[in-house]
């Protein structure tokens, strides 16, 4: 089974982003999407792989820290 996270980007810097992952910040790879600072995107291995709807994005994200959170 494949994961992917919904992440905002913050910055960019050529193909690179820093994105949030709801308050955990990383760098990814953008190269297969056409992603601008305040993007959400679907992160998988690094990569933004899908821009995402900010809305759905927001709710996916306070959806799994619940779920981390009563495991």
Do not use: W
Not at 30 to 57: F, P, R, S
């Amino acid at each position: 089974m494949c994961l992917a996270i919904p992440a905002k980007i913050l910055e960019i810097g050529g193909n690179e982003a820093i994105a949030d992952f709801g308050g955990i910040k990383r760098s990814i790879r953008i190269d297969l999407v056409d992603a601008k600072t305040g993007d959400y995107v679907i992160v998988h291995t690094g990569y933004a792989i899908q821009k995402m709807d900010k809305n759905e994005a927001i709710e996916t994200l306070r959806d799994m820290k619940r779920i981390l959170k009563n495991a």
